[in-house]
């Protein structure tokens, strides 16, 4: 086994119990699902495993969130699994277009160059559309109105382990504002000009940039270059004030104003990364070891016996301990002074 320099299993959660619905201590806390109708299966191979593992003691409600409306079938299916609240909410048209200072032939020139390379989602224009909401306009969305914390959920992804405690409280308590199971490395086809775009907004606004940044997680050159390091944000527990703050939001419209969303392919996880990286401290941010979750090809298992004894999952294999991961890099971090 590789030696992996592992964190002291967070079962300092464990002792938090569920808050009953009506008290007012509850953790405004929600689940945030963006998701096409014809995904509604694997979406609910996802929330059967979550309301199992973790939701049906804590009763966090749920909002979904599409570019069309949801069918009817798709709500009454989603009401069989989970006793929480449910909303439903559609998408403005101005969250999931293209800018009018988009240039559609550069985007179709840069969508070819990423064909011919056979880069994953090269060609998809509604990836982009995703990867672009994701980035600046979930948080906005009226149906998140009044809650303090989210937590992203896609379909087809597993929960492999019991959480026997809040991860939301777990986040308030302790003042955090972005929370992940996954770290890995970026295609870096993706994300051409993203760096270097990056720091022609901190150049512009060094007043956004926090002073014990994490900075250098993302990059191993001081700044010249990008190492691709990224959080996958299909699962995610943060803040919502965060994405809602003038530096994210201003650090958003620049991106947005270049047009790599579109010309390139800029994911939201790198995305949301970088804005991590640049205006939180590394105390601010939890790697959720003990959440056992799988996407596609890369899982999160704790390594801890104890946690092993509740999860259907093998440690070994689990990507912090590979090099695709950036986790290590992320726990190897000084702690700001
Ligand atoms: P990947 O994880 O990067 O391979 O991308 P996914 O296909 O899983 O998409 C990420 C998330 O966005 C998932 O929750 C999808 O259900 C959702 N999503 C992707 N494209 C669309 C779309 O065109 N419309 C809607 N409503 N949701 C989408
Ligand atoms: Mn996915």
Redesign the pocket.
């Given at each position: 086994t590789p030696d992996v320099p592992f964190l002291t299993p967070p079962t300092a959660g464990a002792h938090i119990p569920p808050v009953p619905l009506d008290q007012p201590e509850r953790v405004k806390g929600v689940f945030v699902?963006?998701?096409?109708n014809k995904?509604l299966h694997e979406l609910r191979w996802s929330l059967r495993q979550l309301e199992d593992r973790f939701n049906h003691k804590y009763n966090y409600p749920y909002v979904f969130?599409?570019?069309?409306p949801f069918t009817d079938e798709f709500k009454n299916t989603i009401s069989w699994i989970t006793k929480a609240n449910v909303s439903f909410g559609l998408i403005p048209q101005e969250h999931w277009s293209l800018p009018e200072w988009i240039d559609r032939y550069k985007m179709l020139e840069g969508m070819n160059d990423l064909v011919k390379k056979q880069i994953i989602y090269g060609a998809n224009l509604?990836?982009r559309?995703?990867c672009r909401f994701n980035s600046g306009y979930f948080f906005h969305h009226p149906l998140l109105d009044g809650y303090d914390y989210y937590w992203r959920v896609?379909?087809d992804v597993q929960f492999t382990c019991d959480i026997d405690y809040d991860p939301f409280r777990y986040m308030q308590e302790r003042d955090l504002k972005y929370g992940f199971t996954i770290s890995l490395h970026e295609i870096p086809e993706t994300v051409p000009t993203l760096w270097e775009t990056t720091r022609k907004f901190m150049k512009k606004h060094p007043e956004y940039v926090e002073q014990h940044n994490t900075l250098d997680w993302v990059s191993a050159d001081e700044g010249r270059s990008y190492n691709m390091c990224h959080f996958w944000s299909?699962f995610e527990i943060g803040k919502l004030d965060f994405f809602r703050s003038e530096r994210y939001q201003k650090y958003f419209d620049y991106l947005d104003q270049e047009g790599g969303f579109f010309y390139e392919r800029w994911g939201d996880a790198p995305v949301h990364s970088l804005a991590v990286a640049m205006f939180l401290r590394k105390e601010e941010v939890h790697w959720f070891q003990d959440i056992g979750y799988v996407?596609?090809v890369a899982h999160n298992c704790p390594s801890d016996k104890e946690m092993q004894k509740k999860c259907h999952c093998n440690p070994e294999t689990s990507i912090d301990r590979s090099e695709y991961s950036c986790t290590r890099r992320w726990v190897n971090l000084p702690a700001s002074p």
């Open positions: 699902v963006l998701v096409r995904e969130l599409n570019d069309r509604s990836y559309h995703m896609e379909p299909n996407h596609t």
